[in-house]
């Protein structure tokens, strides 16, 4: 839940500073020259200002904001981010209110603007932002600022909202080559390209299966889930080998160089999912990865990719490539 931090923030507007200026100039006038119409004057100007703060403070009172995340977001593309703001007071309605998202305690470029919040309704709106890089974004909060109702201060305050955006890599357009051809590997069957074949055997449910696969007397007896596997499915596999081996101070090319093989990786198992394809994508690593199939399998793909960290060169690959480097990948990205 969203918590606010105290104190308040207040800075100045250039109307703002030009009117407290002026009040101090009527104030010093007043008192060297005891006119009872500068001290009236003074007076009133001294009334907007305590109005001001009041009216400001009251505004920021007491609301409730929380956004809305994409379910994708791919990096180098437009995303839109949801806002809602909800204002708790029983009777008075809040205005003019600006909302930041904040990054890392930054607040991006982007504001949600409400003009007239009223009392115990909430309203939505949502802004449009890019990010450059794959990864993990630590969102922290919210800043909340309005300049209601006279425009001589902006008072803000921070709302605490943990949370985090996992930003895909981005989808590049592939040129579609001949899938792989079926061969054997070990005592793997190998059979011919279709949606049903022989029984192959047995594996463990993932999400995006055909429930009409489950091996049930299999099931019952393991306690999980078994989905049956025939020899069409184990011919239409693809091993995608992505390097991401790094040198300990790499260069910006190099970091370059390795998004962009991410960014091909990414896409050509996109590619290969939505054509019914089994894939999986080995990386330096210690244990190799699952077979991945449907395009259920989609999101937990580019999660991991988006994820994925550079490592020594030491490091090797849990399963040999015996394939070709994809067109673009510089020798980063083999198929196989």
Same mark, same amino acid.
């Given at each position: ?124 709106? *949502? ?6 890089? @794959? /990864? ?6 919210? !800043?909340?600022? &309005?300049?209601? $109702? ?116 990414? *896409? ?6 939505? @054509? /019914? ?6 990386? !330096?690593?210690? &244990?190799?990865? $699952? ?46």
């Amino acid at each position: 839940m969203a918590r606010s931090r105290w104190p308040r923030r207040l800075q100045f507007t250039r109307e703002g500073k030009y009117f407290v200026g002026i009040t101090f100039g009527v104030g010093f006038a007043a008192i060297n020259t005891g006119n009872n119409l500068l001290y009236l004057l003074f007076g009133m100007l001294l009334s907007f200002i305590i109005a001001s703060g009041i009216l400001s403070e009251l505004s920021l009172r007491d609301l409730e904001v929380s956004r809305q995340i994409p379910t994708r977001m791919h990096a180098k593309r437009p995303f839109l981010v949801g806002i809602t703001l909800k204002n708790n007071k029983r009777r008075l309605p809040s205005f003019s209110v600006e909302v930041e998202d904040l990054y890392d305690d930054k607040p991006i470029d982007k504001r949600c603007y409400f003009l007239k919040l009223p009392s115990t309704r909430s309203q939505s709106t *949502s802004y449009r932002h890019t990010l450059a890089r @794959r /990864g993990r974004y630590a969102v922290t909060g919210f !800043r909340l600022s &309005t300049k209601f $109702p006279f425009g001589l201060f902006r008072k803000s305050r921070t709302v605490d909202s943990p949370g985090e955006l996992i930003v895909f890599p981005e989808l590049v357009p592939i040129r579609r080559g001949r899938p792989p051809a079926s061969r054997n590997h070990g005592e793997e069957i190998r059979g011919r390209v279709g949606r049903r074949g022989e029984f192959h055997g047995l594996r463990e449910h993932r999400e995006g299966d055909d429930p009409r696969d489950i091996h049930w007397p299999s099931t019952a007896r393991r306690g999980r889930q078994m989905v049956r596997e025939y020899e069409d499915e184990a011919a239409r596999r693809l091993t995608i080998f992505l390097d991401n081996a790094m040198d300990e101070n790499p260069s910006e090319a190099d970091l370059d160089a390795l998004e962009r093989a991410v960014s091909l990786a990414a *896409s050509m198992a996109v590619d290969y999912l939505q @054509r /019914g394809f089994a894939v999986r994508v080995c990386t !330096r690593g210690e &244990t190799a990865p $699952p077979w991945l199939r449907g395009g259920g399998q989609i999101a937990a793909v580019l999660r991991a990719l988006a994820l994925l960290p550079s490592v020594s060169r030491e490091i090797p690959f849990p399963v040999k490539a015996e394939g070709r480097p994809a067109r673009g990948g510089k020798g980063r990205v083999v198929e196989a």
